[in-house]
């Protein structure tokens, strides 16, 4: 009795000492530090968890082995902020409601992981080393680069363990069942554009990462692999653009790849026409910097899709002659926000600056 108090005091005084010695080394690899406090039950705990993604995965897939995921940091995840916005588009979407629990948050530092577990959802926590993930990363920031090629190592990750996914940014609403709008013809890649020609398989049209489909299989871990590969530390090109420029390059005959380049009249965004809420299924607040942004512009689409759900009934069919009276709102915050820093070196430049925006570039071609 005597002797196992004197050990297991001593016991107590060891961990007290580690714990006060990593947390006054604040700073020093607080990678670790969060993998051990939220891996109590690991008994090697310096091992990454791999089990904990295969859970993950597990629990959001449906059947078919096929989820949503979708990487957030603090800044996304705050009350009021696009986390929020982004899960009532799925609530308020047609269709769209059980597309929650098949949805896979990749939190890439402690608050947004609490903040997720917090909404009930799935939820994956992303070690990376060394970088501070939480604020908001300005569009083409450094860290922002570098929260973009962790991800693109985590999905080969994930497609390697053979489940398909939709890649969403959380600055999309979902308004319509994507699955319902993709095809099925055993396409590799299906990936939505800052602005779409017409031409399905087309490689000119200019990719947007942050919607797409991807199929697990050979061609496309392949694909995972040599566009991280492809990456250059120096030239500052985010992942977006390596990709386009792989694409541009061959890539996808190289790799006998399967590609769809995605309608924005359906998968929308910012940067291009396609605002008809009978048709849209997805709507990306690109050609915007800030969160703030976002949001409001977002918010104003989301008001829109209630009003125009409330005199369709809730029944809109995609063939209806959408005559909505519910016009499409000017993403007014998002213009102003793109042009505190006209500095892109994304490959588009129309759209980015046009002033005012209720005249659509491209040509609406419905497929
Ligand atoms: C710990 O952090 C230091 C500096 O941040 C880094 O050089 C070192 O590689 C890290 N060690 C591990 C095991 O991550
Ligand atoms: C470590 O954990 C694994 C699984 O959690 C278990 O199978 C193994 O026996 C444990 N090893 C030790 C030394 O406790
Ligand atoms: C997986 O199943 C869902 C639900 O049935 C379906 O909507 C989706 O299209 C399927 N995914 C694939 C890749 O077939
Ligand atoms: C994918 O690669 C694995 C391992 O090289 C191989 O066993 C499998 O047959 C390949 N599958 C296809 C569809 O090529
Ligand atoms: C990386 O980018 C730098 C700067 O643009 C360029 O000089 C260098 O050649 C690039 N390297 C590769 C491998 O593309
Ligand atoms: C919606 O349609 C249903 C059936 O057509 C009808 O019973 C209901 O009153 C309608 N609701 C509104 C708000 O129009
Ligand atoms: C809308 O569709 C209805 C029936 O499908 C058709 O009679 C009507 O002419 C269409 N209106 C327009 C403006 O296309
Ligand atoms: C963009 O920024 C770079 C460096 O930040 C600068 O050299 C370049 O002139 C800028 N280009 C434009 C068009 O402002
Ligand atoms: C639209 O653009 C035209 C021509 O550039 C300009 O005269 C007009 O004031 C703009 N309207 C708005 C609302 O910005
Ligand atoms: C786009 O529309 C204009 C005017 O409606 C038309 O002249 C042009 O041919 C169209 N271009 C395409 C590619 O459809």
């Not at 009021?80 to 098949?102: A, I, V």
């Amino acid at each position: 009795m005597e002797t196992s108090k004197v050990h297991l005091g001593s016991w107590i005084v060891l961990v007290s000492l580690l714990v006060l010695e990593l947390l006054s080394s604040r700073g020093w690899n607080r990678s670790i530090w969060t993998s051990i406090s939220s891996f109590p039950q690991q008994n090697e705990t310096s091992s990454i968890p791999k089990d904990e993604l295969k859970a993950a995965l597990e629990g959001a897939s449906m059947e078919n082995k096929t989820l949503i995921i979708t990487v957030v940091n603090k800044a996304y995840t705050k009350e009021g902020s696009l986390l929020d916005l982004f899960l009532q588009s799925f609530q308020l979407g047609e269709e769209t409601q059980f597309l929650r629990n098949h949805l896979l948050l990749v939190t890439v530092d402690q608050t947004s992981f609490d903040r997720c577990n917090l909404q009930g959802l799935h939820c994956y926590k992303l070690m990376t080393d060394g970088v501070d993930f939480s604020g908001e990363k300005i569009y083409m920031s450094n860290d922002f680069i570098k929260m973009m090629w962790s991800r693109t190592v985590f999905l080969a990750d994930v497609l390697r363990r053979g489940y398909n996914f939709i890649f969403t940014d959380m600055d999309v609403l979902w308004l319509r069942n994507p699955f319902e709008r993709l095809s099925h013809e055993g396409e590799d890649l299906q990936i939505s554009c800052d602005d779409y020609n017409g031409q399905p398989s087309d490689w000119a049209n200019p990719i947007n990462t942050g919607f797409y489909f991807v199929a697990s299989n050979n061609k496309t871990i392949a694909l995972f692999d040599t566009w991280y590969a492809a990456r250059n530390d120096t030239d500052g090109l985010k992942d977006q653009d390596v990709l386009g420029r792989l694409i541009r390059e061959g890539v996808i005959e190289q790799l006998d790849l399967r590609v769809r380049f995605l309608d924005t009249v359906y998968f929308g965004g910012f940067c291009s026409s396609g605002r008809d809420y009978g048709k849209v299924v997805t709507m990306h607040a690109n050609c915007c910097r800030t969160i703030q942004a976002k949001i409001r512009d977002l918010r104003a689409i989301l008001n829109g899709w209630i009003k125009f759900k409330g005199q369709s009934n809730g029944t809109s069919t995609e063939e209806s002659n959408s005559t909505s009276n519910v016009r499409w709102p000017i993403q007014k915050a998002c213009m102003r926000s793109w042009r505190i820093q006209p500095n892109s070196t994304s490959t588009l430049n129309q759209t980015s600056t046009s002033s005012n925006q209720t005249v659509t570039h491209v040509n609406q071609t419905i497929v």
